[in-house]
């Protein structure tokens, strides 16, 4: 019998203000009937100690180097379910929530136990009225996932609780007897494309997965991977450019139907020669390199 409801997982890395306003933000929740977890990715500017002095109830756990989004969340989410909860929520350390946000999450969940996982609707933090994920879905015949409401003004009229085809890690609830039977995030991915991987394994044990944008967060986006000033190179770093290569390949590879396999073939092959001759005109050489990096690792 579960004594613990929901283990909050949040990944800090030098980022000690915006996990900190994250924090902030989970302790306006009215009934607190969950336990932030924190993990420390290695940081190198005392962050995890700030965090812990500020927030003594907080769990922190110090990963002692940077293991990515996966690694680091599956830390958390190992230990949510050796200490018993019932759920765990990946949560962007970069995000703020709404008051009722949590509540509307597990009630669902509650009531629907064939729900393997459920995500919140996403606005971005600076543009309120902006979406940033209102669901996502798999495109087969091209292999391409997606996010049809991503950049757009949002539209209540049409908001709906849906199935779809995986969740974002920055908003990801999952019941912990799940994760028992599917295992956790894939640590080799590192960055990117873990979160599919995590839904698609989901539903392949029978659960589904459901958007509820009654359920509303804000992210800010791209702390983690984006400058703050424009380089030679533009402002993403182009380990994003080679994780997203290499890991979409990895997807592709392991769950892709045999039906689809010469179109996304043609499709991500095009497409990426697309990309790297854009980074090549625009002089962006090492983004050019990092991507061809990611297909050769992509296909061993």
Same mark, same amino acid.
Not at 177 to 193: C, D, M, P, R, S
């Given at each position: 019998?579960?004594?613990?409801?929901? &283990?909050?997982?949040? =990944?800090?890395?030098?980022? $000690?203000?915006?996990?900190?306003?994250?924090?902030?933000?989970?302790?306006?929740?009215?009934?607190?009937? $969950?336990?932030?977890? #924190?993990?420390?990715?290695?940081?190198?500017?005392?962050?995890?100690?700030?965090?812990?002095?500020?927030?003594?109830?907080?769990?922190?756990?110090?990963?002692?180097?940077?293991? !990515?989004?996966?690694?680091?969340?599956?830390?958390?989410?190992?230990? &949510?379910?050796?200490?018993? *909860?019932? *759920?765990?929520?990946?949560?962007?350390?970069?995000?703020?929530?709404? @008051?009722?946000?949590?509540?509307?999450?597990?009630?669902?969940?509650?009531?629907?136990?064939?729900? !393997?996982?459920?995500?919140?609707?996403?606005?971005?933090? /600076?543009?309120?009225?902006?979406?940033?994920?209102? !669901?996502?879905?798999?495109?087969?015949?091209?292999?391409?996932?997606?996010?049809?409401? /991503?950049?757009?003004?949002?539209?209540?009229?049409?908001?709906?609780?849906?199935?779809?085809?995986?969740?974002?890690?920055?908003?990801?609830? =999952?019941?912990?007897?799940?994760?028992?039977?599917?295992?956790?995030?894939?640590?080799?991915?590192?960055?990117?494309? @873990?979160?599919?991987?995590?839904?698609?394994?989901?539903?392949?044990?029978?659960?589904?997965?459901? %958007?509820?944008? !009654?359920? #509303?967060?804000? /992210?800010?986006?791209?702390?983690?991977?984006?400058?703050?000033?424009?380089?030679?190179?533009?402002?993403?770093?182009?380990?994003?450019?080679?994780?997203?290569?290499?890991?979409?390949?990895?997807?592709?590879?392991? /769950?892709?139907?045999?039906?689809?396999?010469?179109?996304?073939?043609? %499709?991500?092959?095009?497409?990426?020669?697309?990309?790297?001759?854009?980074? #090549?005109?625009?002089?962006?050489?090492?983004?050019?390199?990092?991507?061809?990096?990611?297909?050769?690792?992509?296909?061993?």
């Amino acid at each position: 019998m579960y004594n613990k409801r929901i &283990a909050i997982i949040l =990944i800090n890395w030098n980022s $000690f203000q915006y996990t900190w306003h994250c924090i902030l933000s989970l302790n306006k929740i009215p009934h607190q009937n $969950f336990t932030i977890l #924190v993990i420390d990715n290695g940081s190198e500017d005392d962050s995890a100690t700030k965090l812990i002095q500020t927030f003594p109830e907080i769990v922190l756990i110090r990963a002692g180097k940077n293991l !990515g989004f996966s690694g680091g969340n599956n830390l958390g989410l190992q230990y &949510a379910i050796d200490h018993g *909860y019932e *759920y765990s929520l990946l949560l962007n350390n970069d995000t703020e929530v709404t @008051e009722s946000f949590l509540s509307v999450l597990s009630d669902y969940m509650d009531a629907h136990t064939e729900v !393997g996982a459920i995500q919140p609707k996403i606005y971005y933090y /600076h543009n309120r009225n902006l979406i940033w994920n209102d !669901g996502a879905y798999f495109q087969p015949v091209l292999g391409i996932t997606y996010t049809p409401g /991503h950049g757009k003004i949002a539209d209540p009229s049409k908001d709906t609780i849906k199935p779809v085809d995986w969740i974002t890690g920055c908003g990801f609830f =999952i019941r912990n007897t799940v994760l028992q039977k599917t295992g956790l995030l894939a640590n080799e991915f590192f960055l990117y494309y @873990e979160d599919v991987d995590l839904s698609f394994r989901i539903k392949k044990a029978g659960y589904s997965l459901i %958007y509820h944008p !009654g359920s #509303v967060i804000y /992210h800010i986006a791209g702390v983690a991977t984006r400058k703050t000033e424009k380089e030679k190179e533009g402002f993403l770093d182009p380990m994003v450019h080679y994780y997203n290569t290499r890991n979409h390949l990895w997807l592709l590879r392991k /769950h892709l139907p045999f039906l689809y396999i010469p179109t996304a073939t043609l %499709y991500t092959f095009l497409y990426t020669i697309a990309i790297m001759g854009y980074f #090549v005109c625009r002089l962006r050489f090492t983004k050019a390199k990092a991507v061809w990096k990611g297909i050769k690792d992509g296909l061993k």
